[in-house]
C-alpha cells in the first residue's frame, strides 16, 4: 500500500478525482488506464507530426537532388516557339572595323580596288566620293551599294572618273560619285559592284566605312598636318628623326606616313612618335592587288601602279584629314617647306593669305640638294715656284 499511495501521490498533482476514487473498484484501473489513455494520446500526435515532417524532408531532398534528365525530358514535352528568319540590319553590312586604317578591296568583276569613302559636302547634291585604283583600259562601270539606317539601297549606274596623273602605267586613281538615295540621309558603309553583277552575291567584306559624315570650318582637332607617301623599305633613321623633329619646329603637329615597310629601327621611331601623337601610321601595301612601280616611269620601272601608290595615298590623306586639320601639305620625307622671312609655317600662312586670299592651295619653289652627285675632283695644278 504505501507503495501504491506513494506512486498515487505521485500522480495526485495530474488529478485530484484521480487519487480520490482509488479505494473504489477497479479505481487503479481507471486511474491507470486513464493516465495510458493521454500517453496514447499524445504519442499518436507526435507520430503524425513526425511523419508529416518526414515526408516534406524527402520531398525537399528529391527535389534539391533530382536528375537532370527529369528537365530534360520536360522541355521536350513544351511546345517549340516559331522562328523566322530576320532580314539582314543594315549595320551588318559594313562587318569591317571602323577606324583610320586603310582597307584595300576588290571590286566583284572588275579589275577595280576600292581604297577609301568620304562623304561630299562641297556638290550641289549629297554623294559619297570613292577613292579607287582601275585599270584605265577597262571600261567598267558599277553601282553603288548604300547602307542606310532602314536598309540597304543599289544606285543607278555610275562610272569613274580617272585622273590624268597616272604617268602611263596602266593602273591609275579615280574617283567614283555615288548619289545618294532621296531617303537616306546618311550611310554608315558603301561598296561598289560591277554593274552586270548581282547584288545579293556581295561579300559582306568588300563594304568600307564612309568617313567625314560631319563638316568642320573651325575648331580643328590639328593646325598643320603633314601627308608623306609612300614609306618602303626605309632604314634611314637618322633622316627621320631630323625630319619629324624639324616639323614640329615650324608648327606641325600631325605627320601622317603610308607605310609599306621599313626597318625595325625605323619602326621604333615611327612607335616612339605615335604614342607621343605626332605620327599617324597607314600601313599601305598592295602585293595582295598588283605590282607596283618603284619609280615614275613604266620604261625604266615596270609595274601596274606609279610609284608604289603614291597617288592614292596623297588623295586619301587630303579627304581624310579635311575636316580635322586646318592645313594639309603633302611631300616626302626628305623635303622641307622653309619659311625666308618668318620661322614657322604659323606665322607664314597669314602672310600668304593677305597676299593671295584664303582656301588656295599654295605651290613652294623646290631646291634639290643631291648627294649621289659628286663634284670632280679638281685638276692638278703646278704650283708657282
Request: proline share 6%; aromatic share 10%; glycine share 4%.
Amino acid at each position: 500500500m504505501p507503495h501504491q499511495i506513494h506512486e498515487n501521490k505521485g500522480f495526485s498533482t495530474l488529478t485530484r478525482d484521480t487519487y480520490l476514487s482509488r479505494n473504489q473498484q477497479k479505481g487503479e484501473n481507471i486511474f491507470v488506464m486513464g493516465v495510458n489513455h493521454r500517453h496514447l494520446k499524445k504519442l499518436r500526435q507526435l507520430m503524425v507530426i513526425s511523419f508529416a515532417m518526414t515526408v516534406l524532408c524527402l520531398v525537399t531532398l528529391m527535389w534539391f537532388y533530382r536528375p537532370k534528365r527529369t528537365l530534360v525530358v520536360s522541355e521536350q514535352h513544351l511546345p517549340q516557339p516559331q522562328i523566322t528568319a530576320q532580314p539582314t540590319s543594315p549595320q551588318q553590312c559594313g562587318r569591317r572595323p571602323t577606324g583610320d586604317k586603310v582597307s584595300l578591296t576588290a571590286v566583284k568583276e572588275t579589275k577595280t580596288i576600292l581604297v577609301s569613302a568620304y562623304q561630299e559636302h562641297r556638290t550641289r547634291r549629297k554623294e559619297v566620293r570613292v577613292i579607287a585604283v582601275v585599270l584605265r583600259a577597262e571600261e567598267a562601270t558599277y553601282r553603288c551599294l548604300f547602307c542606310c539606317p532602314d536598309k540597304l539601297h543599289i544606285s543607278e549606274v555610275v562610272s569613274s572618273s580617272i585622273h590624268p596623273d597616272h604617268f602611263g602605267f596602266a593602273y591609275g586613281t579615280a574617283d567614283v560619285m555615288c548619289p545618294l538615295p532621296s531617303d537616306c540621309e546618311t550611310t554608315s558603309h558603301i561598296s561598289l559592284i560591277s554593274s552586270a553583277a548581282k547584288p545579293e552575291e556581295t561579300r559582306l567584306d568588300s563594304f568600307v566605312e564612309v568617313k567625314n559624315q560631319q563638316t568642320k570650318s573651325d575648331s580643328f582637332s590639328y593646325s598643320f598636318t603633314v601627308c608623306v607617301s609612300t614609306m618602303f623599305d626605309f632604314t634611314n633613321v637618322l633622316q627621320l628623326v631630323q625630319t619629324l623633329e624639324m616639323l614640329q619646329l615650324l608648327g606641325v603637329d600631325r605627320v601622317v606616313i603610308y607605310k609599306t615597310n621599313c626597318n625595325k629601327e625605323t619602326q621604333r621611331v615611327l612607335d616612339y612618335y605615335s604614342e607621343k601623337g605626332l605620327v599617324e601610321v597607314i600601313p599601305w601595301s598592295w602585293s595582295r592587288f598588283l605590282k607596283v612601280s618603284e619609280g615614275w616611269l613604266p620604261s625604266e620601272d615596270p609595274g601596274d601602279l606609279h610609284y608604289h601608290g603614291q597617288i592614292p595615298a596623297l588623295n586619301d590623306c587630303v579627304y581624310r584629314y579635311m575636316y580635322r586639320s586646318r592645313y594639309v601639305a603633302l611631300h616626302d620625307i626628305d623635303e622641307l617647306i622653309l619659311p625666308q622671312a618668318v620661322n614657322s609655317w604659323s606665322e607664314l600662312m597669314p602672310l600668304l593669305e593677305r597676299t593671295y586670299g584664303a582656301d588656295r592651295c599654295y605651290m613652294f619653289k623646290n631646291n634639290v640638294f643631291p648627294t649621289t652627285v659628286k663634284k670632280p675632283p679638281p685638276a692638278s695644278q703646278t704650283l708657282p715656284r
